[in-house]
């Protein structure tokens, strides 16, 4: 299958801080990404879809300026959690997807858990 | 709305004991179901996807079929190492075609 990296895989900061998360295809492309945040014994909730090349399209709900999204390249997504606070603690997960239409799949990073303090 | 259910929400077994999970769903225009296999702390893994009704796929002990409104995930002889929690997801053929939306997922645990 399709491997996912991201960087780090856990990151503590101050209130107040950015940080930033890196999701990187590592055998393939990937035109479409996602990300995706889950809180612990929930279920995965998609919070952006990151398109290279272009913005993101954002779930209802989900702050754009507070979650800054770049896919500056066809290997590489980023998310700039930015001005931290403890609510935004979480695991944060991305996925590329492989193929389009019938037929696609969504493949997971390894995830990173945040933790503000 | 779409919906995805998944029960139950644990489940304990001993080691050779077979059962099944269920994934049931509600979503307009079904274009995928897929399963995934989350161990703690890590992203979920691939399984499978099914895409139309009568549809069976395997993999070692795992088997998941799919009717017009439920998936389920058979697990043939457990061993301790399948304990993890298994996710359901369904891609609805709509608008935001692209997302997965996923199940609460069951909690396995495999007793040796």
């Known amino acids: 299958g399709a491997v996912v990296s991201q960087h780090p895989s856990r990151v503590i900061c101050k209130s107040g801080t950015s940080v930033k998360i890196e999701c990187r295809s590592l055998?393939?492309?990937?035109?479409?990404m996602f990300w995706y945040r889950q809180f612990p014994k929930q279920s995965l909730m998609l919070m952006a879809t990151?398109?290279?090349?272009?913005?993101?399209?954002?779930e209802q709900g989900v702050e754009k300026d507070k979650f800054l999204i770049n896919h500056a390249s066809l290997t590489l997504s980023t998310l700039t959690v930015t001005s931290a606070h403890p609510e935004d603690s979480s695991f944060y997960i991305c996925?590329?997807?492989?193929?389009?239409?019938?037929?696609?799949?969504?493949?997971f990073g390894p995830g990173t858990r945040l933790l503000v303090l | 709305e779409d919906q995805v259910t998944q029960s139950p929400e644990a489940l304990r077994l001993q080691e050779g004991e077979s059962s099944s999970l269920n994934c049931s769903y509600t979503?307009?225009?079904?274009?995928?179901l897929f399963w995934y296999r989350q161990d703690p702390g890590k992203g979920p893994e691939f399984l499978f996807t099914?895409?139309?009704a009568g549809e069976e796929k395997e993999k070692e002990r795992l088997k998941a079929t799919l009717t017009k409104k439920e998936s389920f995930l058979h697990i043939t002889a457990p061993k301790p190492e399948d304990s993890a929690t298994y996710l359901c997801?369904?891609?609805?053929?709509?608008?935001?075609?692209?997302?997965?939306?996923f199940g609460t997922g069951t909690r396995l645990t495999v007793i040796p």
């Open positions: 996925s590329a997807r492989v193929g389009r239409g019938f037929g696609e799949t969504q493949y």
């Open positions: 055998d393939f492309q990937a035109t479409t």
């Open positions: 990151s398109n290279e090349g272009s913005k993101a399209t954002y």
């Open positions: 979503v307009s225009g079904l274009r995928g």
């Open positions: 099914l895409y139309s």
């Open positions: 997801a369904v891609q609805a053929g709509g608008t935001g075609a692209n997302n997965l939306f």
